[in-house]
């Protein structure tokens, strides 16, 4: 499987990819994006299964690379790993077409929570 890591810090995308590694699901292929822009453009080129994102990112927002996503008729299966959480965020997230919402900071038992199902 192809995940898609968009945030524009890359200590967290690094924070990530180890987290999901210590959930126990690091045999995937990961692809990262520092901005909201890459993440579209590489989610049209590298076609991931599952794209994670944070909420806040130059160029586009997590929550806008997600409409746009939408928009062209891209399923793909996203949510968001972000810092920021009020209850209009995660609503609009809901309404967007995300399947989760993790809050920084996040623990590996927390990606076992959520990743197992989509994930295996």
């Known amino acids: 499987m192809k995940i898609l890591i ?17 959930a126990g699901f690091g045999g995937h292929d990961i692809v990262e994006a520092a901005d909201g822009r890459q993440a ?12 994670i994102a944070d909420w806040n990112m130059p160029e586009l927002t997590g929550v806008e690379v997600l409409r746009r996503l939408r928009a062209a008729g891209n399923g793909v299966r996203f ?10 965020m995660q609503e609009q997230a809901r309404e967007a077409g995300a399947e989760f919402f ?7 038992e927390r990606f076992g ?7 295996g």
């Open 6 to 22: 968009a945030d524009d810090s890359r200590v967290m995308r690094q924070i990530v990819t180890r987290t999901l590694r210590q």
């Open 40 to 51: 579209l453009d590489l989610a049209a080129a590298e076609r991931p299964d599952l794209i």
């Open 79 to 88: 949510g968001f790993v972000t810092s920021e959480c009020t209850p209009e």
């Open 102 to 108: 993790i809050v920084k900071p996040f623990t590996a």
């Open 113 to 119: 929570q959520v990743f197992a199902p989509i994930l």
